[in-house]
């Protein structure tokens, strides 16, 4: 089979707008479906029950795609700035931009094209974020970087603003360096489970979803977030960066990302949340369209923004 060097896959992967990127063979993943069994036994997915569904093929990737031979694992640069202080609202920097399942599938495509140019019976399957599969695990083992204690990938290079992404392939790169994990670079450092105002961070790597600020806001469906996670929401209607703001990895590396399509829309940078409370159904599918704000429905982020407007209990109690 005809393929290209390994090189020259870094060079395109790199020119498809990825910062890092590694190789892996079939790991072995019994420790860390061990881990997440236990996870999901504590109740820390809260109701994401998808977190607990199809379980087998979270710790054995082949089973997404059987002729799977290796697990190209990448990252990309999503860090659009520091958000602007006189904003009344924050949405998360992931999010203030295109959909980043749309962006990565499209490059991780283009990148199984390239290797079909090589040889036309390459198959491959593009996942990020999409599919059963331990993605930060999997770039942990390919050594893209190591998972600190907010349970996030840090990257040597750049922190932890980046997007994760995998293609399963039916091929191996014969001159495929062996990955090398990266070591735990935290070290003592504490600072994003000190800075959690809600405390979801309940170990190191742990985080108790139905702490989350992010989870309330994003993946709850429900009507009303419970006062204690409400009085400590500091202004997030769509995620939470806090963890990631102070960990000093990206005090120190974070970098503007390439990639346009990651930059924030107006609206998301500045929320205006007398503007969102107006909006009807069709302007919140215009507004939001390719965007991961839709994952909120029209309804979740009414119901972020009508807590935000709350008067927090010190105010009231004057």
């Known amino acids: ?33 061990g881990q997440l069994k236990t996870w999901l036994a504590q109740g820390f997915h809260g109701e994401m029950q998808w977190m607990a569904d199809q379980f087998e093929k979270r710790q054995f990737p082949q089973q997404l795609m059987p002729e799977t031979k290796t697990i190209l694992c990448v990252a990309m640069n999503y860090y659009p700035g520091e958000l602007p202080q006189e904003a009344e609202a924050k949405i998360a920097r ?9 962006v990565l599938k499209k490059q991780l495509r283009l990148l199984l094209i390239w290797l079909q140019t090589y040889d036309a019976d390459i198959q491959g ?24 204690k907010h349970s996030n990938l840090i990257t040597r290079e750049i922190g932890s603003w980046v997007f994760l992404g995998e293609l399963l392939l039916n091929i191996t790169f014969p001159d495929a360096p062996q990955p090398e994990p990266v070591r735990d670079l935290c070290g003592k450092c504490r600072r994003c489970i000190e800075a959690c105002p809600t405390d979801a961070i309940v170990a190191d790597g742990v985080v108790d979803a139905n702490r989350c600020i992010s989870y309330w806001t994003i993946e709850y469906k429900g009507d009303d977030i419970p006062q204690p996670i409400a009085e ?34 107006p609206w998301n940078l500045r929320p205006n949340l007398s503007e969102i409370q107006q909006l009807t159904e069709p302007e919140f599918k215009v507004r939001y369209r390719k965007s991961p704000i839709k994952r909120a429905k029209l309804k979740g982020l009414l119901r972020n923004v009508r807590v935000s407007l709350q008067p927090s209990p010190d105010l009231q109690a004057r």
Not at 240 to 265: G, S, Y
């Open 94 to 102: 992931y999010a203030q931009g295109d959909d980043y399942h749309d």
């Open 125 to 148: 399957k593009p996942l990020t974020d999409s599919a059963p599969i331990m993605e930060k695990t999997l770039a942990r083992k390919a050594g893209l970087g190591w998972q600190g």
């Open 232 to 265: 400590n929401m500091q202004g997030w209607i769509f995620g939470c960066d806090i963890c990631q703001e102070v960990c000093p990895w990206n005090i120190k590396f974070a970098q503007p990302t390439p990639v346009d399509a990651f930059l924030p829309r």
């Open 1 to 33: 089979m005809n393929l290209p060097t390994y090189p020259e896959l870094e060079a395109k992967v790199a020119e498809l707008g990825f910062q890092k990127m590694g190789c892996l063979s079939l790991p072995d993943m019994t420790f860390e479906a």
